[in-house]
């Protein structure tokens, strides 16, 4: 698969069969690069309605080709305003689509959208697991506080690649992250959700101090805005 960064939670994933999805589609976040893929996706993951997460979805997603999937809340909301392709789901369950196994699972986050001055329920929080057309998996946390059952996600899907935020403040901090590295055992962990606003002061360096001390065999790897790589 090929993951490219785009800033904060946003990732551009390819799979080995070429199914393009993006996750938490936020492109004009303050991270962003200048180059990016505007699309059209077959997928579009979203985490939670928080702005930095829905994102840029109401332009993203106006072809019926691009199929978004997010909790129920979040479904019904997309289709109010006219995405034709939504697909709600909810925690727990999983969804085979375009060849992919997208389970939802926990996140311990809150979740709403913000409507001019109205707050507009969202449902729960999630991350996703999606395990690729070859068998592997990968976890994306969304916005997320560090929870034992982790430990759960490590055992039943086996992600090789997470995608973890650890820019405190509103989401864990580099020490809770490494610690879920040590419940989830992946092999790669990419960080997400730091240095995009002044209160996420979790830094990759602290990250790494903390993974050497609670799960020093995962590997790390910090994306610029941008970058892509293989795995
Ligand atoms: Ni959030
Ligand atoms: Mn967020």
Redesign the pocket.
Known sequence: MKITFYGHATFKIITPEGIRILIDPWLDNPQSPEEKDLGPYDLILIT?A?G??LGNVLELARTATTEVIAIHEIQQYLLAHGIPNVTGMNIGGSYRTKGLTITMVQAL?SSSIQEDEALIYGGDPAGFVVRLEDGRAFYHAG?TGLFYDMKLIGELYQPEVAFLPIGDH?VMGPREAAKACALLRPKLVIPMHFGTFPLLTGTPEKFAHYLKEFAPEVELKVLAPGETIEW
């Open positions: 939670h928080h930095d997460h986050h916005d509103y």
